[in-house]
């Protein structure tokens, strides 16, 4: 059986920490985790239909429970969460406590969490594979500009620049803490072969870019993410959530 050991860092206004943390087929590590969850939780937890999508779901609740709990010193089965009116999650400050903000995101094996003190973070990662409908997901989220982009790219190219967009747009979305599949139209990013993803508009507002950051991580091989943030940020630091066998 393994146990997380999470120490994290003091965390600071403008700081960002990452967190990342591999999900495991073993069932003591699901066991443990299955614990510490709310009783809401375990429900959503038992409506999936297949035993890995369910076994992932408690394994990243679980990691996001205890890491956060490092930070609020407390033990990580209190943690109290609610959510906005679009949906999106955010810890209920204990008494004196700190005022953590959060986005948690899990693909593959994979499952990132991103912290921060007061302002408003996002996270998406994605395990980057084939999607036979990956052109209806483009039609439907990506902007014109966007898809223009993107048709001038072949083959493996193809695939790396539509994930690495749609992990931007996914974490831009979240970080604003609004609905995904309504607004991931309304975001635009800059597609450049050379530099990368540049956050570009909002409804065609230039001015979102003077306010926000969307930072690609790549945490694992054959994974893409990124991390977007509202200003201000001044270190970004990257954790690895290790584990070590029980005494």
Known sequence: MTHPCVDPPALSIGEIHVWTARLVDEHHA????????SREERARAAQFAFACDRVRFIQAHGIMRQILSNYCDADAATLTFARNHHGKPHLIPRANGPNLQFSVSHSGNCCMLAVRL???????????????????IVRSYFTPAESK????????????AFFALWTHKEAA?????????????????????????????????????????????DPQPGYVAAVAGAHPIRRLTLQNLRHRAAD
Not at 30 to 37: E, F, K, M, S
Not at 118 to 136: C, F, Q, Y
């Open 149 to 160: 982009a993107l048709a001038a790219l072949r083959g493996t190219a193809w695939r790396d």
């Open 173 to 217: 979305v979240k970080g604003l803490g609004i609905g995904l599949a309504a607004h991931l139209g309304r975001i635009e990013f800059d597609l450049d072969p050379a530099r990368g993803l540049r956050l570009a508009a909002w409804d065609g507002d230039q001015s979102v870019a003077q306010n926000w950051s969307v930072v690609r991580l």
């Open 118 to 136: 007061r302002h408003s973070i996002g996270i998406d990662v994605e395990k980057v594979r084939d999607l036979p409908r990956a052109m209806d």
């Open 30 to 37: 699901t066991a443990d985790l299955v614990r510490i969850l």
